[in-house]
């Protein structure tokens, strides 16, 4: 199995040909994510950027572009590296390979983990096994299908799996994130460094 780092060379390989054929276009379109997420006000920062170049962008808020990425109907958009590995390989929740697709940049990191409310005294992943049958997990992430691979690793190295929970069904990230807010979960996927994480309520 190639890591991410692997993936990552593959994928950039020929970047720059992509980048070419888009740059040309008389319009690039830029998928964005849904309003009020990080790839949302992203993309709307890349879109001025290249406005501001002479470069006719377009901006098209939408959830699980990959596909249209590699068919050529949208130009540009945003993807962690485990994704677009998935989707370029065609494995994890890609059921066929992507092969137009190229990673052409990195936009910023993410310092994402598994999080729950301090108040419950989760210190460690030997914690999270010993109340694992009495804790509540984000889980199937409808429109984020992304997800439940990052925790599933998590939970692993702890020898832990979805099964060891009472699983509550989200439908995106940062719904995953408002639940641990609000109380309806104890354990979520979280990114420290992104608008929905900082102003994670636990």
């Given at each position: 199995?190639k ?48 406005n ?42 890609y ?82 994130i ?17 608008g ?7």
């Amino acid at each position: 199995m190639k890591t991410p780092k692997q993936l990552h060379a593959i994928c950039a390989g020929i970047a720059f040909t992509a980048l070419s054929l888009s740059a040309s276009a008389e319009v690039v379109s830029v998928a964005t994510g849904a309003q009020g997420s990080l790839a949302f006000t992203s993309g709307q920062a890349v879109a001025k950027v290249l406005n501001d170049n002479g470069i006719t962008a377009r901006t098209q808020p939408l959830v699980g572009y990959l596909p249209l990425i590699d068919s050529g109907e949208v130009d540009f958009g945003f993807s962690n590296g485990v994704e677009a590995g998935y989707a370029f390989t065609g494995t994890g929740n890609y059921d066929r390979k992507h092969p137009n697709m190229r990673l052409v940049g990195v936009m910023f990191p993410l310092s994402t983990g598994i999080m729950a409310p301090c108040d419950l005294g989760l210190k460690t992943i030997a914690d999270v096994k010993a109340k694992s049958k009495d804790l509540k997990i984000a889980a199937e992430y409808k429109s984020s299908t992304i997800i439940p691979y990052y925790i599933a690793g998590g939970l692993a190295s702890g020898g832990l799996t979805y099964d060891d929970f009472q699983n509550v069904p989200v439908a995106s990230f940062v719904d995953g994130i408002k639940a641990l807010g609000d109380g309806l979960v104890d354990l979520a996927l979280v990114s420290l460094n992104n608008g929905a994480g900082k102003k994670a309520a636990v």
